[in-house]
């Protein structure tokens, strides 16, 4: 088994690539060991000492680290990866779906104007962020502001606030009158 591994703009995380499926549908965010009972994948890797978040794409893992050297933490993520695949057992324990956040806001006026962002963020601006190793996903829209939470890579990169101004909330504004700004939450 070949696991590729590709850098993110955030140099805190690492994205791998196993070659196959990680999760059929939906994605998972890991923010802590606590976090990681759904998940023996990601128990096995919040155990290699470093490793502060786990993300998990379509067939993609992202692994967020602290101050330790990637040089020392990367062997022994490939293994882990590998082995996981490699015994045949699910990635999620059973029972574990797609990780969801808590509810989206808006006002029932807005329901038009928030199916357009929807479709627009998962058609053009979500792909675009997979490529990166993280995933955005809307949570709200109120009084012309725009809502979303950011995840995986994207999670405290030092280039998602330009990601936000520049890329998606022009695309939004452009697209959306209705938009005048683009806020993480």
Known sequence: M?????ATPNPATLKFLPGRVVLPEGTYDFRSSADAGASPLAGKLFQIP????????HDFITVTKNDTDWQHMKP?????IMEQFMSGQPVM????????????????DDSETV????????????????????????KGFRDGIVYLSMRGACAGCPSSTATLQHGIQNLLRHFVPEVEEVRPI
């Open 115 to 138: 199916t357009v962002i929807k479709d627009l963020l998962e058609t053009r601006v979500r792909p675009a962020v997979a490529q990166d190793g993280g995933d955005i996903t809307f």
């Open 2 to 6: 070949f696991i590729q591994t590709e």
């Open 93 to 108: 324990a059973s029972g574990g779906g797609e990780d969801t956040e808590d509810g989206e806001f808006f006002d029932d």
């Open 50 to 57: 470093g490793v502060e978040a786990v993300f998990f794409g």
């Open 76 to 80: 022994a993520i490939l293994g882990a």
